[in-house]
Protein backbone atom coordinates (compact mmCIF):
# COMPACT_ATOMS: atom_id res chain seq x y z
CA UNK A 1 0.00 0.00 0.00
CA UNK A 2 1.36 3.52 -0.86
CA UNK A 3 2.28 5.27 2.33
CA UNK A 4 1.41 9.08 3.18
CA UNK A 5 3.64 11.38 5.55
CA UNK A 6 1.38 13.74 7.58
CA UNK A 7 3.33 16.25 10.18
CA UNK A 8 2.54 15.12 13.53
CA UNK A 9 1.06 18.89 15.03
CA UNK A 10 -0.30 21.62 13.65
CA UNK A 11 -1.81 24.67 15.70
CA UNK A 12 -4.60 27.38 14.21
CA UNK A 13 -6.22 30.31 15.57
CA UNK A 14 -10.11 30.32 15.30
CA UNK A 15 -11.77 31.51 12.72
CA UNK A 16 -7.95 31.47 10.90
CA UNK A 17 -7.89 28.59 7.63
CA UNK A 18 -6.01 25.79 8.43
CA UNK A 19 -4.02 24.08 5.81
CA UNK A 20 -2.92 20.25 6.85
CA UNK A 21 -0.15 18.99 4.22
CA UNK A 22 -0.16 15.28 3.15
CA UNK A 23 2.61 13.79 1.15
CA UNK A 24 1.95 10.33 -0.94
CA UNK A 25 4.88 10.23 -3.26
CA UNK A 26 4.51 6.77 -3.77
CA UNK A 27 0.60 6.97 -5.15
CA UNK A 28 -0.73 5.34 -7.83
CA UNK A 29 -2.82 6.12 -10.57
CA UNK A 30 -6.18 4.71 -8.92
CA UNK A 31 -5.49 5.22 -5.82
CA UNK A 32 -7.91 7.83 -4.33
CA UNK A 33 -7.33 10.67 -1.04
CA UNK A 34 -8.96 9.88 1.95
CA UNK A 35 -9.20 12.67 4.73
CA UNK A 36 -10.77 11.14 8.29
CA UNK A 37 -11.00 13.18 11.54
CA UNK A 38 -10.99 11.85 15.21
CA UNK A 39 -12.30 14.21 17.61
CA UNK A 40 -11.31 13.45 20.90
CA UNK A 41 -13.10 10.50 22.73
CA UNK A 42 -14.44 9.75 19.82
CA UNK A 43 -14.50 7.45 16.30
CA UNK A 44 -13.12 8.67 13.30
CA UNK A 45 -15.61 10.11 10.68
CA UNK A 46 -15.25 11.27 6.82
CA UNK A 47 -14.32 14.61 6.22
CA UNK A 48 -13.84 14.34 2.10
CA UNK A 49 -11.89 12.19 -0.59
CA UNK A 50 -10.70 13.06 -4.01
CA UNK A 51 -9.02 11.50 -7.26
CA UNK A 52 -7.39 13.77 -9.90
CA UNK A 53 -9.70 17.46 -9.53
CA UNK A 54 -10.13 20.07 -6.06
CA UNK A 55 -12.93 18.69 -4.17
CA UNK A 56 -14.99 21.46 -2.29
CA UNK A 57 -17.86 19.91 0.38
CA UNK A 58 -19.75 21.50 3.56
CA UNK A 59 -16.64 20.30 6.49
CA UNK A 60 -13.73 21.57 4.00
CA UNK A 61 -11.76 21.92 0.65
CA UNK A 62 -9.18 19.19 -1.01
CA UNK A 63 -6.51 20.60 -2.72
CA UNK A 64 -4.49 17.87 -5.24
CA UNK A 65 -1.64 18.57 -6.40
CA UNK A 66 -0.98 18.16 -9.88
CA UNK A 67 1.28 15.45 -9.97
CA UNK A 68 -0.91 13.75 -6.91
CA UNK A 69 2.14 13.73 -5.04
CA UNK A 70 0.50 15.76 -2.22
CA UNK A 71 -2.64 16.88 -1.14
CA UNK A 72 -3.92 19.81 1.22
CA UNK A 73 -7.04 19.65 3.01
CA UNK A 74 -8.35 22.88 4.06
CA UNK A 75 -10.80 24.46 6.61
CA UNK A 76 -11.31 27.06 5.34
CA UNK A 77 -12.39 28.69 9.10
CA UNK A 78 -10.92 27.10 11.80
CA UNK A 79 -13.32 26.71 15.37
CA UNK A 80 -12.43 24.82 18.20
CA UNK A 81 -15.05 21.69 17.41
CA UNK A 82 -12.58 21.31 14.54
CA UNK A 83 -9.82 20.43 17.17
CA UNK A 84 -9.04 16.54 16.47
CA UNK A 85 -6.50 14.13 14.49
CA UNK A 86 -6.79 14.41 10.83
CA UNK A 87 -5.81 11.58 9.23
CA UNK A 88 -4.52 11.10 5.05
CA UNK A 89 -5.66 7.84 3.59
CA UNK A 90 -4.59 6.32 0.55
CA UNK A 91 -7.67 3.87 -0.94
CA UNK A 92 -6.86 2.05 -4.28
CA UNK A 93 -10.33 2.69 -6.04
CA UNK A 94 -12.16 -0.80 -5.72
CA UNK A 95 -10.34 -1.32 -2.05
CA UNK A 96 -12.16 -2.10 0.95
CA UNK A 97 -9.54 -1.15 3.72
CA UNK A 98 -8.66 1.66 5.45
CA UNK A 99 -5.05 1.77 6.76
CA UNK A 100 -4.59 4.49 9.39
CA UNK A 101 -1.46 6.56 10.12
CA UNK A 102 -0.92 8.44 13.36
CA UNK A 103 -2.61 11.70 11.78
CA UNK A 104 -1.75 15.44 12.27
CA UNK A 105 -2.91 16.61 15.64
CA UNK A 106 -4.98 19.84 15.29
CA UNK A 107 -4.81 22.34 17.92
CA UNK A 108 -6.93 25.47 17.50
CA UNK A 109 -6.35 28.55 19.99
CA UNK A 110 -9.44 30.81 20.52
CA UNK B 1 -31.27 6.29 12.22
CA UNK B 2 -28.95 5.17 15.29
CA UNK B 3 -26.11 4.67 12.48
CA UNK B 4 -23.37 2.22 14.20
CA UNK B 5 -23.98 1.24 17.86
CA UNK B 6 -21.36 -0.62 20.30
CA UNK B 7 -21.91 -2.54 23.22
CA UNK B 8 -20.68 -2.49 25.62
CA UNK B 9 -19.35 1.30 26.06
CA UNK B 10 -16.98 0.01 29.05
CA UNK B 11 -15.05 -3.25 29.98
CA UNK B 12 -12.87 -4.74 32.29
CA UNK B 13 -11.76 -7.80 32.56
CA UNK B 14 -9.56 -10.17 33.99
CA UNK B 15 -6.65 -12.10 32.26
CA UNK B 16 -7.81 -14.94 30.58
CA UNK B 17 -11.53 -14.19 30.68
CA UNK B 18 -13.58 -14.22 27.50
CA UNK B 19 -16.23 -11.47 26.23
CA UNK B 20 -17.98 -10.52 23.03
CA UNK B 21 -17.98 -6.94 22.04
CA UNK B 22 -21.21 -6.28 19.71
CA UNK B 23 -21.45 -4.17 16.87
CA UNK B 24 -24.73 -3.30 15.03
CA UNK B 25 -25.88 -0.81 11.60
CA UNK B 26 -29.05 0.25 10.60
CA UNK B 27 -27.18 1.80 7.18
CA UNK B 28 -28.08 -1.37 5.33
CA UNK B 29 -24.28 -1.19 4.51
CA UNK B 30 -22.72 -4.21 3.12
CA UNK B 31 -19.10 -3.98 4.99
CA UNK B 32 -18.21 -3.99 8.77
CA UNK B 33 -14.80 -3.44 10.19
CA UNK B 34 -13.09 -4.24 13.78
CA UNK B 35 -10.69 -1.59 14.71
CA UNK B 36 -8.29 -1.41 17.65
CA UNK B 37 -7.05 2.34 18.88
CA UNK B 38 -3.96 1.98 21.69
CA UNK B 39 -3.12 5.45 23.12
CA UNK B 40 -1.30 8.14 21.12
CA UNK B 41 -1.74 5.76 18.16
CA UNK B 42 -3.56 5.63 14.86
CA UNK B 43 -6.52 2.74 14.16
CA UNK B 44 -5.27 -0.98 13.12
CA UNK B 45 -7.70 -3.04 11.18
CA UNK B 46 -8.60 -6.52 13.10
CA UNK B 47 -11.04 -8.30 10.96
CA UNK B 48 -13.55 -7.01 8.40
CA UNK B 49 -16.58 -8.63 6.69
CA UNK B 50 -17.15 -7.29 3.00
CA UNK B 51 -20.00 -8.83 2.54
CA UNK B 52 -22.95 -10.93 4.93
CA UNK B 53 -21.38 -14.70 5.44
CA UNK B 54 -17.50 -13.62 4.57
CA UNK B 55 -14.86 -12.85 7.14
CA UNK B 56 -11.24 -11.52 6.35
CA UNK B 57 -8.32 -10.72 8.37
CA UNK B 58 -6.98 -7.34 8.56
CA UNK B 59 -3.56 -6.59 10.11
CA UNK B 60 -3.68 -7.66 14.00
CA UNK B 61 -6.07 -10.45 13.99
CA UNK B 62 -4.43 -12.78 16.23
CA UNK B 63 -6.17 -13.11 19.80
CA UNK B 64 -9.53 -12.28 18.24
CA UNK B 65 -12.67 -13.71 16.84
CA UNK B 66 -15.29 -12.50 14.57
CA UNK B 67 -18.79 -13.46 13.26
CA UNK B 68 -20.92 -11.36 11.00
CA UNK B 69 -24.07 -12.98 12.75
CA UNK B 70 -26.61 -11.44 9.68
CA UNK B 71 -26.24 -7.43 7.54
CA UNK B 72 -26.71 -5.51 10.20
CA UNK B 73 -24.55 -7.42 13.30
CA UNK B 74 -20.78 -8.10 13.02
CA UNK B 75 -19.34 -9.47 16.75
CA UNK B 76 -15.71 -9.39 17.63
CA UNK B 77 -14.54 -12.34 20.53
CA UNK B 78 -11.80 -11.95 23.00
CA UNK B 79 -11.35 -16.02 23.58
CA UNK B 80 -8.62 -15.28 26.58
CA UNK B 81 -8.14 -11.67 26.93
CA UNK B 82 -4.37 -10.62 27.63
CA UNK B 83 -3.27 -7.21 28.72
CA UNK B 84 -1.70 -6.31 25.31
CA UNK B 85 -5.40 -6.32 24.35
CA UNK B 86 -5.86 -3.20 26.61
CA UNK B 87 -7.44 -0.80 23.88
CA UNK B 88 -10.17 0.90 22.62
CA UNK B 89 -12.05 -0.70 19.59
CA UNK B 90 -14.45 0.77 17.19
CA UNK B 91 -16.39 -0.89 14.63
CA UNK B 92 -17.30 0.70 11.49
CA UNK B 93 -19.48 0.37 8.46
CA UNK B 94 -19.38 0.99 4.77
CA UNK B 95 -21.79 0.95 1.72
CA UNK B 96 -19.42 -1.05 -0.18
CA UNK B 97 -20.90 -2.84 -2.81
CA UNK B 98 -18.87 -4.00 -5.88
CA UNK B 99 -17.45 -0.06 -6.02
CA UNK B 100 -15.22 1.77 -4.04
CA UNK B 101 -15.23 2.79 -0.67
CA UNK B 102 -16.61 6.51 -0.40
CA UNK B 103 -17.72 7.05 3.27
CA UNK B 104 -17.08 4.49 6.80
CA UNK B 105 -18.97 5.18 9.75
CA UNK B 106 -18.05 4.73 12.85
CA UNK B 107 -19.39 3.71 16.26
CA UNK B 108 -18.56 5.33 19.28
CA UNK B 109 -16.21 2.86 20.22
CA UNK B 110 -16.02 0.24 23.16
CA UNK B 111 -13.15 0.94 26.02
CA UNK B 112 -11.45 -2.25 27.38
CA UNK B 113 -9.16 -2.72 29.75
CA UNK B 114 -7.74 -6.30 30.88
CA UNK B 115 -5.87 -6.63 34.26
Known amino acids: DAKTTQPNSMESNEEEPVHLPCNHSTISGTDYIHWYRQLPSQGPEYVIH???SNVNNRMASLAIAEDRKSSTLILHRATLRDAAVYYC???????????FGAGTILRVKS | NAGVTQTPKFQVLKTGQSMTLQCAQDMNHNSMYWYRQDPGMGLRLIYYSASEGTTDKGEVPNGYNVSRLNKREFSLRLESAAPSQTSVYFCASTRLAGGPIYEQYFGPGTRLTVT
Open chain 1, 50 to 52: GLT
Open chain 1, 89 to 99: ILLMEYGNKLV
